[in-house]
């Protein structure tokens, strides 16, 4: 008997990271340098820790029985995607251009481009080519400014909704530049 295969378990705890590019030309391929653009944004600092991934849900549908057939069967049918708001830290009072501001200028009202999401790699580590990303086709919603709770805990947020807009491409590598 062959021994079953087993993964090591990876704590995830400091090791997701999220950005968002301006463009990719083909998702399934991106380049470090779409990834990085100077026009995009590692936004992994600006999200708070319970930021919810990219879910998919995918219809299962029963195929019509024929006059011969005692069985009913199953296949699939299509994918929803979606994902969850953006919770963005920002510093409302902060000056043009800084850290404080940066996301909110960045990721305007109805924009479209490309979040992208690694896995499995310290925060502190900067993207580089071989490493495997998400790359999430997005259109951003209205941003809306507020706070996260209402004691003292509560910090600056702004609160801005995410449209999947086509299919994302999973754990795909980054290519070096060309």
């Not at 999220?18 to 083909?26: E, L, R, Y």
């Not at 960045?106 to 992208?116: A, K, R």
């Not at 941003?143 to 995410?162: E, L």
């Amino acid at each position: 008997m062959v021994n079953p295969l087993k993964p090591k378990q990876r704590r995830a705890l400091t090791m997701d990271s999220w950005g968002f590019a301006p463009a990719v030309a083909n998702i399934k391929l991106p380049t470090l340098a779409e990834l990085t653009a100077i026009t995009g944004l590692n936004i992994t600092c600006h999200l708070f820790r319970d930021q919810e991934g990219i879910n998919g849900a995918t219809a299962r549908v029963t195929l019509p029985a024929r006059l011969c057939e005692a069985d009913d069967y199953e296949v699939n049918g299509s994918t929803t995607y979606s994902m969850s708001d953006l919770v963005s830290a920002w510093e409302p009072q902060a000056a043009a251009g800084s850290d404080g501001k940066k996301a909110w200028e960045t990721l305007q009202d109805q924009l479209l481009g490309f979040l992208w999401r690694r896995q499995d790699v310290t925060v502190t580590t900067d993207l580089a080519a071989g490493q495997f990303v998400d790359v999430v086709p997005v259109q951003l919603g209205t941003k809306i400014p507020g706070k996260n709770a209402t004691d003292a805990s509560g910090v600056y947020v702004f609160t801005q909704p995410v449209s999947i807009v086509s299919a994302p491409a999973f754990n795909v590598p980054i290519l070096a530049s060309a």
